[in-house]
T-cell receptor, first 109, second 113 residues
Framework: GQNIDQPTEMTATEGAIVQINCTYQTSGFNGLFWYQQHAGEAPTFLSYNVLDGLEEKGRFSSFLSRSKGYSYLLLKELQMKDSASYLCAVMDSNYQLIWGAGTKLIIKP | EADIYQTPRYLVIGTGKKITLECSQTMGHDKMYWYQQDPGMELHLIHYSYGVNSTEKGDLSSESTVSRIRTEHFPLTLESARPSHTSQYLC????????????FGEGSRLTVL
């Protein structure tokens, strides 16, 4: 079966750095995506990795290792508005997105 | 800013009723999706479409139907609502082969009594 694993919840301090991990087992791989979802709202796209390595976009970076079936989302200089759930999704061989359950990130002052 | 709209935002109905959740996008995207999401859980694909007159079933499709008569419109119909249908329904659209960058509507929160 296909599976995406992420921690259920993480807590971090405002101004700090946090790394959210995602491991996956899917039938084929056509890219890994990170989305942000604030409580009660729809997900919004954050990043896309299809090749190994680090993609940086402002305070957010995403890393991929295809051989290890592993990705992480790195958030720097945390702000209170970063409190949200972060969803990891993998596009499989049929170009369908397989979604993780999300990691709820709690930011404390 | 994404231009994808869902109505109604909130709906409370009784068991056995037929309901249609509307979804429209003005971005000209060929791919559209319906997802179901419960709190703290992953998104489950209900139906999807790759263009006009194209519809496919996802994992949770057995109790609902969709149509794609126009590019911009992708309604979801539950023929007979049950309490187990109580959930958040999210519509999304995207374009291109690598359509993993999806734009989501604000969702329709359905409660079936």
């Amino acid at each position: 079966g296909q599976n995406i694993d992420q921690p259920t919840e993480m807590t971090a301090t405002e101004g700090a750095i946090v790394q959210i991990n995602c491991t996956y087992q899917t039938s084929g791989f056509n890219g890994l995506f990170w989305y942000q979802q604030h409580a009660g709202e729809a997900p919004t796209f954050l990043s896309y990795n299809v090749l190994d390595g680090l993609e940086e976009k402002g305070r957010f970076s995403s890393f991929l290792s295809r051989s290890k079936g592993y990705s992480y989302l790195l958030l720097k200089e945390l702000q209170m508005k970063d409190s949200a759930s972060y969803l990891c999704a993998v596009m499989d061989s049929n170009y369908q997105l397989i979604w993780g359950a999300g990691t709820k990130l709690i930011i404390k002052p | 800013e994404a231009d994808i709209y869902q109505t109604p935002r909130y709906l409370v109905i009784g068991t056995g009723k037929k309901i249609t959740l509307e979804c429209s996008q003005t971005m000209g995207h060929d791919k559209m999706y319906w997802y179901q999401q419960d709190p703290g859980m992953e998104l489950h694909l209900i139906h999807y479409s790759y263009g006009v007159n194209s519809t496919e079933k996802g994992d949770l499709s057995s109790e609902s139907t969709v149509s794609r008569i126009r590019t911009e419109h992708f309604p979801l119909t539950l023929e007979s609502a049950r309490p187990s249908h109580t959930s958040q329904y999210l519509c999304a659209s995207g374009t291109g082969q690598e359509a993993g960058e999806l734009f989501f509507g604000e969702g329709s929160r359905l409660t079936v009594l």
